[in-house]
């Protein structure tokens, strides 16, 4: 998953990182097939150069250390809202079949479970020119349609987000723990593009919540080579993101 999201960045594009495995994609990327792309993370730091040692967060001070920017929330919010955002990095409780995230509230036993919210992913998701969502790939995880939209995708499909004032943007790829969905650019519904080495099209059917498509080229997700495995360790050499 780390390795697919880093191969989702293009060298010289600017990338908001976010938490997690995309803070583990991007210094993979800028390791290897991207040395210019340029991170925005929510805090207000912009680094155009790996961090030197281990993240937890993107406050930690091996982030700071080094930053080409040190700002705030507003100046890296700022650059969204002005299209310079080229891709952004998203999680969620819930993904759906047009791509619309849900991170706020999820039906529980009994009523609702309330979640942490958007944060800046709303934002992301409207403004930036692509996002690619990462999340682990269960059928409660995938459903038809989430529970609540929080952070709109293709909305309900076709011409959406042009029709709703989005003329730019929406999900590029999902990146599960399974396999690789894309989306048509017509209707704008995910479809199976990669399978992971040890799943299958089957498996990964039966766990979406709805009638995946399959793209007639399905292919297997190519694995990690031994110099992205080399880098990922070297960043993480605890297994503390990747075990």
Not at 124 to 135: D, H, K, P, T
Request: negative net charge; proline residues 7%.
């Amino acid at each position: 998953m780390v390795v697919a999201a880093g191969r989702e960045i293009a060298d010289g594009e600017v990338v908001f990182v976010g938490m997690r495995l995309p803070l583990l994609g991007f210094l993979l990327a800028k390791e290897t097939h991207a040395p210019r792309a340029v991170g925005l993370y929510e805090n207000g730091v912009i680094r155009d150069l790996p961090a030197s040692e281990f993240l937890v967060t993107m406050s930690d001070p091996p982030n700071v250390k080094g930053a080409s920017v040190c700002t705030d929330m507003l100046d890296v919010m700022g650059l969204l809202q002005q299209g310079r955002v080229h891709l952004g990095f998203l999680g969620a409780a819930e993904v759906d079949r047009y791509g619309n995230l849900n991170s706020t509230q999820v039906r529980g036993n009994p009523g609702w479970i309330r979640l942490p919210g958007s944060g800046g992913a709303c934002d992301i998701a409207s403004l930036s020119q692509r996002f690619v969502v990462i999340v682990e790939h269960e059928r409660q995880r995938l459903p038809a349609r989430v529970s609540y939209c929080t952070s709109p995708g293709f909305g309900e499909g076709g011409d959406w987000r042009r029709r709703t004032g989005l003329p730019w943007g929406g999900p590029a790829a999902v990146i599960t723990t399974r396999a690789i969905l894309r989306f048509d650019g017509e209707s704008g519904e995910a479809y199976l593009a990669s399978v992971h080495p040890g799943s299958s099209v089957e498996e990964v059917r039966w766990q979406t919540g709805w009638e995946l498509k399959v793209a007639p080229d399905v292919t297997q997700t190519p694995p990690p080579n031994q110099e992205e495995l080399r880098i990922i360790r070297r960043y993480d050499p605890e297994g503390f993101w990747t075990s």
